[in-house]
């Protein structure tokens, strides 16, 4: 028998891209892709994965995933939870201690450490930046060390330093800009929230189905507007984080016809639910921005906005909460009995890419190739990762998400692994589902069991934006 000369072959499905899909085998070694053709063509192997009747896709990438000691999923159980899902890589948002006066070199040393210990996925990190003058010191150091994105808000004005003013985005864009990095901005009118909640909370306004009345959507397109002005005035590349918005998404459009460099993502929230899910949901349903009208046109413009390439990513901004945390707001959507702000926020990256593929392959007739661009190659390319993550060519990382098309099955939230222990999708019917992911040319999930632990993920350096694919996917 001859000696192999890779290590693992993968064949017999129909591999995707984000612009096709073809028959052909992939073959690993030392956890990269090695070479692609036939089989028989292919040096011998050590292993070999029969991947007939499935669809192998480039490993999946949650770019939008809160994990900080805030919440009730850490580094070791978020992880697991996406993995589970199919996802391969993380970008997760992760923030300073900015009472302590944390720099973000400093900052960026400690998540790492948590990182390595206890993720099982590869992880990138963006950071979230508050008002304050002293954390922008840490920028260039900061971009050295491979993290070169970061959020600011525009709203959350009850939360000390959280709002960030105009005068302070445009600081930041501006060392953004210089160092070749990307600005994420939450667009919305922080003023207008706070005093429409002021409001509502004067006028005894508290159940949870006023809550959307609070954030309403040209508060949103107010801010995406405002966003591509400072970036534009800046030179920073701008991404806006999770667009729920068809006036938002139209702004973003009429910047990129003239060349800006403007990107945006959905969630599936957006897609999927409306405000409706207020009044079965409650709390567990408040997030920011807050799901859309029933009957509106927002959910309907995000799939348009998919579907055109306007919308360039899809990612979960899972940002769960305890349910001990979140019932209060049953009585008070705004505060809880001791003045607290209910938090925001759902459990949502391990249902993403399931439902993705179920809600736009399977029913809405999306090509498969969907997939592979908005939820790897895109955000490989955005967020600084292309072409190591995010594609399945020669010299890439052998990061490889594998759907087995025919599997049927319905979410429960007893069988998910984040301690949210909520989903807003309990009872959906699901088709298609992930059947084993490699990452690094190693199997990490196989017919729904996890085979590595924690702590084999590595850290991700990112580099600057690349522009994601666009046009329309049929």
Not at 246 to 257: F, T
Not at 446 to 464: H, N, R, W
């Amino acid at each position: 028998m001859p000696t192999p000369q890779v290590d693992t072959i993968v064949h017999g499905g129909q591999v995707v891209t984000s612009t096709d899909v073809y028959e052909t085998s992939i073959a690993i070694k030392g956890g990269r892709i090695s070479a692609l053709g036939p089989r028989e063509l292919l040096p011998p192997a050590e292993s070999y994965i029969d991947a007939s009747g499935k669809f192998v896709l480039p490993g999946a990438i949650d770019a939008h995933i809160h994990i900080d000691s805030l919440k009730c999923d850490d580094w070791q159980t978020a992880p697991l939870a996406a993995a589970h899902s199919g996802i391969t890589s993380l970008v997760a948002f992760c923030i300073y201690d900015d009472l302590g006066g944390e720099t973000l070199p400093a900052a960026i040393n400690r998540a790492r450490e948590e990182a390595e210990a206890s993720s099982v996925l590869d992880f990138g990190f963006h950071f979230i930046l508050h008002n304050q003058p002293y954390i922008l010191e840490g920028l260039p150091e900061a971009f050295g060390m491979g993290v070169t994105s970061y959020k600011m808000f525009m709203t959350y004005k009850a939360r000390k330093y959280r709002m960030c003013s105009d005068d302070f985005i445009c600081q930041a864009m501006d060392i953004i800009a210089r160092h070749g990095g990307i600005t994420q901005l939450h667009c919305e009118n922080g003023d207008i929230l706070d005093y429409l909640q002021n409001k509502l909370i004067a006028e005894g306004c508290v159940h949870p189905r006023y809550y959307p009345e609070s954030c309403p959507p040209w508060a949103e397109e107010e801010a995406v507007n405002r966003a591509i002005k400072m970036g534009a005035m800046t030179g920073s590349p701008t991404y806006v984080v999770h667009l729920s918005t068809q006036g938002g998404l139209e702004r973003i459009k009429e910047a990129q016809r003239e060349g800006q460099r403007v990107w945006t993502e959905t969630c599936p929230q957006y897609l999927l639910l409306t405000d409706a899910e207020m009044e079965r949901w409650g709390p567990h349903a408040k997030m920011g921005p807050p799901l859309r009208p029933e009957g509106g046109p927002d959910s309907e413009a995000m799939w348009g906005g998919l579907e055109g390439g306007f919308v360039s990513i899809v990612a979960s901004d899972h940002s769960p909460t305890t349910k001990e945390n979140k019932e209060p707001g049953w009585t008070n959507i705004f505060k809880d009995p001791e003045g607290k702000t209910i938090p925001f926020g759902t459990s949502s990256v391990e249902t993403m890419l399931p439902l993705m593929y179920s809600e736009g392959v399977v029913k809405r007739g999306l090509p498969i190739s969907w997939i592979a661009r908005v939820l790897a190659e895109n955000p490989a390319r955005v967020f600084g990762l292309y072409p190591r993550k995010g594609v399945i060519r020669v010299g890439s990382d052998a990061d490889l998400l594998i759907i087995d098309a025919d599997h049927e099955s319905t979410i429960k939230a007893s069988d998910l692994k984040s301690r949210a222990g909520v989903t807003l999708y309990e009872g959906w019917k699901l088709h298609g589902r992930p059947w084993m992911t490699l990452l690094r040319g190693q199997v990490v999930l196989k017919d729904g069991e996890l085979v590595q632990k924690p702590g084999y993920g590595e850290f991700l350096a990112c580099g600057g934006p690349t522009p994601p694919i666009g046009g329309p996917l049929r």
